[in-house]
């Protein structure tokens, strides 16, 4: 079964400075997504950014930004210009692109912004 | 357009009861997936059901169970609970099947088991 690792249970970062977070998976599958979804306190989980793990270029949505090593099986999140509201949980999600839909979770990085 | 609505959102029931879960997607969304997020183990996916079929499943006993209506709604059952089971029960919806559909979470049913 794919696994996905997030070693920072917590990270805290000043507000208009950048953050990244941190994502190792583990598949022997060569068609898969990635994703980082937000969960704000008591809120509803939101998708940030998504990346098809046959596109070489990093996907980018507004200030987030991610960096995807294919080879390394890395996919770190980057936040720039981070706000108050950037504050939540954020996970870390494999998906394959073949054996059913169900998501792999990782077991999320508590990100605080500091005013 | 609503969002993902899930009811109720909060739930207490004792050792051994049952207890069923609503979701009711997003309007035109045919793809029902739910989740069990504990601050042990995180997301886990429980199941996902699509044109009211259950077309994946996770690794989870067979107490846990569901279904989906013919206009999309999905109830999910949680039979001789434990207390193994208090958690936020989320569902997400998406337009289609496919590994790259975003899927649109819940704000999740919090049970909790005595």
């Known amino acids: 079964a794919q696994t996905v690792t997030q070693s920072q249970p917590e990270m805290s970062v000043q507000e208009a400075e950048t953050v990244t977070l941190s994502c190792t998976y583990d598949t022997s599958e060569s068609d898969y997504y990635l994703f980082w979804y937000k969960q704000p306190p008591s809120r509803q989980m939101i998708l940030v950014i998504r990346q098809e793990a046959y596109k070489q270029q990093n996907a980018t949505e507004n200030r987030f930004s991610v960096n995807f090593q294919k080879a390394a099986k890395s996919f770190s999140l980057k936040i720039s210009d981070s706000q108050l509201g950037d504050a939540a949980m954020y996970f870390c999600?494999?998906?394959?692109?073949?054996?059913?839909?169900?998501?792999?979770f990782g077991t999320g990085t508590s990100l605080t912004v500091i005013p | 357009k609503a969002g993902v609505t899930q009811t109720p959102r909060y739930l207490i029931k004792t050792r051994g009861q049952q207890v069923t879960l609503s979701c009711s997607p997003i309007?035109?969304?045919?793809?029902v997936s739910w989740y069990q997020q504990t601050p042990g183990q995180g997301l886990q996916f429980l199941f996902e059901y699509f044109s009211e079929t259950q077309r994946n499943k996770g690794n989870f006993p067979g107490r846990f169970s569901g279904r989906q209506f013919s206009n999309s709604r999905s109830e999910m059952n949680v039979s001789t609970l434990e207390l193994g089971d208090s958690a936020l029960y989320l569902c997400?919806?998406?337009?289609?099947?496919?590994?790259?559909?975003?899927?649109?979470f819940g704000p999740g049913t919090r049970l909790t088991v005595l």
């Open positions: 999600a494999y998906r394959s692109a073949n054996t059913g839909n169900q998501f792999y």
């Open positions: 997400a919806s998406s337009f289609r099947q496919g590994a790259y559909n975003e899927q649109f």
């Open positions: 309007s035109g969304h045919r793809s």
